[in-house]
Protein backbone atom coordinates (compact mmCIF):
# COMPACT_ATOMS: atom_id res chain seq x y z
CA UNK A 1 0.00 0.00 0.00
CA UNK A 2 1.12 3.25 -0.94
CA UNK A 3 2.49 5.76 2.08
CA UNK A 4 -0.20 9.04 2.70
CA UNK A 5 1.34 12.57 1.42
CA UNK A 6 1.39 15.18 4.09
CA UNK A 7 -1.53 18.01 2.86
CA UNK A 8 0.88 21.20 1.94
CA UNK A 9 -1.83 23.89 2.77
CA UNK A 10 -2.07 21.89 6.76
CA UNK A 11 1.62 21.57 7.10
CA UNK A 12 1.74 25.41 6.83
CA UNK A 13 -0.52 25.86 9.11
CA UNK A 14 -0.50 23.53 12.06
CA UNK A 15 2.17 22.85 14.60
CA UNK A 16 2.12 19.34 16.79
CA UNK A 17 3.32 19.98 20.39
CA UNK A 18 5.57 17.39 22.65
CA UNK A 19 2.51 16.11 24.09
CA UNK A 20 0.49 15.62 20.91
CA UNK A 21 -1.72 18.84 20.93
CA UNK A 22 -2.34 20.29 17.08
CA UNK A 23 -1.46 24.86 17.52
CA UNK A 24 -2.59 26.80 14.96
CA UNK A 25 -2.65 30.88 14.61
CA UNK A 26 -5.65 32.05 15.33
CA UNK A 27 -7.70 34.48 12.68
CA UNK A 28 -8.19 38.04 12.61
CA UNK A 29 -4.57 38.97 11.93
CA UNK A 30 -3.84 40.71 8.25
CA UNK A 31 -5.69 43.53 8.17
CA UNK A 32 -7.47 46.71 9.86
CA UNK A 33 -5.02 45.88 12.97
CA UNK A 34 -5.07 49.58 13.52
CA UNK A 35 -9.12 49.99 14.29
CA UNK A 36 -8.35 46.98 16.86
CA UNK A 37 -7.09 47.71 20.42
CA UNK A 38 -3.51 46.79 21.68
CA UNK A 39 -5.27 44.34 24.01
CA UNK A 40 -7.53 42.51 21.16
CA UNK A 41 -3.95 42.20 18.93
CA UNK A 42 -1.53 40.95 21.47
CA UNK A 43 -4.51 38.34 22.38
CA UNK A 44 -5.10 37.09 19.01
CA UNK A 45 -1.19 36.71 18.11
CA UNK A 46 -0.85 33.96 20.23
CA UNK A 47 -1.19 30.21 19.20
CA UNK A 48 -4.58 28.58 20.14
CA UNK A 49 -4.53 24.85 20.90
CA UNK A 50 -7.32 23.01 18.29
CA UNK A 51 -10.35 20.91 19.49
CA UNK A 52 -9.83 17.23 20.26
CA UNK A 53 -12.90 16.89 17.47
CA UNK A 54 -11.26 18.38 14.73
CA UNK A 55 -7.72 16.62 15.58
CA UNK A 56 -8.51 13.89 14.43
CA UNK A 57 -8.92 15.02 10.87
CA UNK A 58 -6.21 17.24 11.04
CA UNK A 59 -4.02 14.49 12.38
CA UNK A 60 -4.63 12.45 9.10
CA UNK A 61 -3.81 15.53 6.97
CA UNK A 62 -0.53 15.40 8.17
CA UNK A 63 -0.02 11.85 7.52
CA UNK A 64 0.65 11.68 11.68
Request: proline share 2%; glycine share 6%.
Given at each position: ??????????????????S?????????????????????????????????????????????
Open positions: MPKQKTHSGAKKRFKITGGKIKKQQSGMRHNLELKSSRRTRRLNQDQVINNSDAKAIKRLLAK
